[in-house]
């Protein structure tokens, strides 16, 4: 039994993760959120309080810390009597916050790789590179870490463990595929920040295929796919976190992700990339001025926070794994549809933020009632799927199965 | 009988006009260049004495000037003795040089519109704006100012002048057609300094029909050419200079201008246009640094004097008049096809700054020996086309016509 939560982070998902653990305090405990602008945490618990989302009276307080700052954290869960971390801050902040946890003795639980500003896509496994050389310090110290565990990755390796357990006796692909078929309305704009977003896109693609890493690029690879709810879609091989944790599970399978992208967003991506605007390397005007054109085009584009009110139509994600079952062939796709406007009518983001932000709170919910509360470093796959498959139901993430028995729910 | 010519500007063209004058010195005179940084003027008259192109022995010297200084002007043709200024700077100091050519009573042209660094695309005409309110100026001072003797504007002009003298009885429509079939092998470029070049067409695109200015926006409207040479091409419906004088001398006709753009080009200038990057007005980044788009997107783009040198392929452009001749419809195009390789071979240039730098020195000899030295203002289609045309015949830009008698040489 753990409680108390620290929240680090005050993004788009940051407000998902605050109104999710203020509708669950009651077995959550006291709520904290910080990060490096106290005014935003401010504004995401008013923005709880709004919507009335506190199940039961209790605490939610704003902290301001620099979470590059391990011993900063240490000192603040420590003064908080926090026993869980869920971490959304910036990519940057994982391993301060990390170590800060193991030095503390408490939960960890973030929703993406860490990533060094200075390096652009590591060699595979990216996981070897930082998170799993703390594996045996977690163990050592019993501190549950679990990594990756928002929507995709997150949800979508659990979904693989499930294709495992339920409905295949070998595993040869895994394909996950992510689409995102709403509109938000103008010309052009990213979900996340832009400086972030063009980052994912900008390197090596990986994926595991015949039992090594294969490279491609961005857009190289693409093919459409038949998906639920949201019909035929496009999607590319792209790089993502979940190929690497999953080709370790299942070394034996294909890996691959997919992400959808429409022409146009690849036909501004590229012209962007090719001009040479998406660089991080400063120019210089003829006026003599040190510009990073990237941070130009940031400027520019709408703040990805202004799209949530306007933003219409669903998104939907999957894992579709392939292998055999009593001796035949055999495909499973497990799926979520989500709907951004509906996301926003409850917590105020976009369904993007909300597909990332409930499932490290459902992760916490079974930390705090020792489900999970596995004392050592995890990706989602190692754990028991099915308590948080049957809490994702009743979240607000229903999870669904489409296989040659027909398309229903999944419920444990 | 005019002597000793002044070049104001240095940049491509101006190296054209420096080549073109310097091999026909014995009948210019002395030769000199001016613009505000020395070293570039130096550096073209360089480049003319490596081509071992003056004519015969001769002056050819650099001055530092601020064109934008009239007085300044005034004081620099007093003391070098010139009769005929070529100005082929800036658009923006059409005005200041113009003053001071008729201050100190000698003769000007230039090729482009005069324009105002804060306005973008006035009212038309556009020559009323600036031009045509010195006209009465010019007459009483006995001034020869020729308008826009470029290419498109200034031969192009002169077409519809031998159109009308040779070919119609009656004009009810001139299109002139602008097409570079060249490629620069880069991604994306532009031909003339990016800020200049989008200037024109982020403005009201201004056609003469029926009698009326029409308003369209750029590559609103566009259509397939079929041109001699470089064969089909798409060009859209654009705002230019020759437009707005063509109208006034054949206001029963259309007038129309079209520049043929490639798909990429459209796409590209279009997404920079959407995301707001060809704005002139500074934005803020995240990190406080106010930058003005368009120069970021100047500074990353390539230099446009370091393409000449892979520039391959040729440029057509064309004045196609329709209208009646001996009581029958009747249509003629005349049109020069040039060489972007052959005009670097020559000049070191690509083959549109060829194509503009040519016709003004052409223009000079006719000042020069008395032909085309009006006394007063006049856009090139108020000119005796006859001799203008034979001097371009022998000077790189070979005049053809093609009609219902076929495609051949044009001469008097």
Redesign the interface.
């Known amino acids: 039994m753990k409680r108390n939560v620290l929240i680090i982070g005050a993004g788009g998902v940051a407000q998902v993760v605050a109104h999710k653990c203020a509708q669950a305090n009651d077995r959550l405990g006291d709520l904290h959120i910080a990060s490096r602008t106290v005014g935003k945490c401010e504004a995401i618990i008013a923005s709880v309080h709004e919507k009335g989302a506190m199940k039961v009276p209790g605490v939610f307080a704003a902290h301001a810390v620099d979470a590059m700052d391990s011993a900063a954290v240490v000192a603040l869960i420590r003064r908080l009597g926090v026993e869980i971390v869920i971490n959304v801050g910036s990519s940057f902040v994982n391993m301060p916050v990390l170590e800060a946890c193991i030095e503390a003795g408490v939960a960890y639980m973030d929703t993406a790789i860490h990533e060094d500003a200075g390096k652009i896509c590591e060699t595979p496994p990216w996981y070897g590179n930082y998170e799993w050389k703390r594996r045996d310090r977690c163990k050592a110290a019993g501190v549950t870490a679990i990594l990756g565990v928002g929507f995709d990755p997150g949800v979508v390796n659990s979904w693989a463990r499930v294709a495992e357990d339920e409905f295949l006796d070998e595993i040869t692909s895994i394909d996950i595929v992510d689409i995102n078929a709403g509109s938000h309305g103008k010309?052009?704009a990213t979900n996340f920040d832009p400086e972030i977003n063009f980052r994912e896109f900008t390197g090596t693609v990986y994926s595991w295929q015949g039992g090594k890493w294969q490279s491609n690029s961005m857009f190289e690879v693409g093919r459409v796919w038949d998906m639920p709810v949201v019909g035929e879609q496009k999607a590319y091989l792209t790089g993502h976190d979940e190929v690497h944790s999953l080709s370790a599970r299942y070394p034996g399978a294909d890996v691959r992700f997919w992400m959808g992208f429409g022409d146009h967003y690849i036909?501004?991506f590229t012209?962007?990339k090719?001009?040479?605007?998406l660089?991080e390397k400063p120019?210089?005007?003829?006026?003599g001025?040190e510009?990073?054109?990237l941070?130009?085009?940031?400027?520019?584009?709408p703040d990805p926070a202004s799209l949530a009110p306007g933003y219409s139509g669903k998104t939907c994600i999957a894992t579709i794994a392939r292998g055999v079952k009593d001796g035949k062939p055999a495909e499973v796709m497990l799926y979520n549809v989500a709907d951004h406007a509906e996301a926003f009518a409850e917590v105020g983001s976009q369904g993007i933020s909300y597909t990332a932000g409930v499932p490290p709170v459902a992760a916490a919910l079974l930390v705090a009632d020792g489900t999970w509360d596995v004392g050592t470093m995890v990706n989602v796959e190692e754990l028991n799927p099915k308590p948080f498959m049957n809490l994702l139901n009743v979240m607000g993430l229903p999870n669904r199965v489409k296989d040659a028995g027909g398309d229903r729910e999944l419920a444990f």
């Open positions: 010309y052009f036909n501004v012209v962007l090719n001009l040479g605007l660089s120019v210089r005007t003829a006026e001025l510009v990073v054109p941070k130009v085009v940031k400027a520019v584009l």
